[in-house]
């Protein structure tokens, strides 16, 4: 069944046009908010959470937005199965990576740590063109091995290496000759361990993931941030800024409390473009 929706819908669809799929796009924000909604109840729970100060319209309408923009990270994620290196040049960009040159320079590693906000597959797909490190993406397995096979070889057709987060420990204890840069989203709900740090995000108690930080702080890698912006439909550039060059002599939760506030600011410019849909606040402090 995977083989059959991937070759008769999805790999079609991946070909045709922008102008045409931005059509497919705006039929499915309409069903997904009005006809057919989509965790529609996970949205305005989470959105109300996070906003306790705006009214039900305000909430509604950041909503709206929301389902617009998901609907075209689905589609733009589905052109990624058939774009080109030229379509990716022009749809992304990097607007500073001469701040990675000098740790490239050093022999130094770079983990770079952002959340889903705007679109965070065309920056896998596009980075590793743009950057002078060797760029590694830590992902989770999908369940579906079809898919995950072919997930995996589209994100990496430019470069990108992908790490599935059972493999992570390994990696990290590689000996490479080419100074890499591995991807971290952190703004996931992290699993039912206890290695969590917690803190005060979008007004909520909220467990983060200790990742970043635990392997920043082992071998001393220094963290950036990556905030993803929307110039318009379909275009996207990465602005970096350095969190800590220095991991090592940081605090216990220092980083994660960095990277999660840098995260919840850009949230708070343009609530619309973060994943609502996902049940971030699942866990609390008892389990």
């Known amino acids: 069944m995977s083989r059959v929706l991937f070759y008769l819908i999805i790999k079609p669809l991946s070909l045709l046009p922008y102008t045409v799929v931005y059509g497919i796009s705006n039929v499915l924000s309409f069903l997904f908010f009005h006809i ?5 109840k996970v949205v305005i729970e989470n959105l109300e959470n996070s906003f306790p100060k705006k009214n039900k319209n305000e909430i509604n309408s950041i909503a709206r937005k929301f389902y617009n923009h998901l609907s075209d990270i689905i589609i733009e994620s589905i052109k990624l199965f058939s774009i080109s290196q030229k379509q990716i040049n022009l749809r992304f960009s990097v607007q500073n990576p001469e701040i990675l040159q000098t740790y490239f320079n050093e022999g130094r590693d770079v983990i770079l740590v952002g959340g889903h906000y705007n679109n965070w597959e065309i920056l896998a ?115 970096l800024s350095v969190l800590t060059d220095t991991p090592q002599n940081t605090k216990d939760g220092e980083i994660t409390e960095l990277h999660t506030s840098t995260l919840e600011k850009q949230i708070n410019t343009q609530p619309e473009f973060w994943l609502w849909t996902h049940k971030r606040w699942k866990r609390n402090r008892d389990n």
């Open 36 to 40: 057919i909604p989509y965790r529609k």
């Open 125 to 239: 797909v596009g980075i590793n063109q743009i950057v002078p490190h060797d760029c590694v993406g830590i992902y989770t397995k999908l369940s579906d091995p079809f898919f995950d096979d072919k997930m995996k070889s589209s994100r990496s057709k430019f470069g990108l290496r992908m790490i599935n987060t059972k493999e992570v420990t390994g990696y990290f204890k590689e000996k490479t000759e080419t100074p890499r840069m591995t991807i971290f989203g952190a703004d996931q709900s992290p699993t039912y361990s206890k290695n969590v740090h917690w803190t005060d995000f979008l007004n909520q108690d909220t467990a983060v993931a200790l990742g970043t930080e635990r392997f920043a702080k082992k071998y001393n890698i220094p963290v950036v941030f990556c905030s993803i912006i929307k110039l318009k439909r379909g275009i996207y550039t990465a602005e």
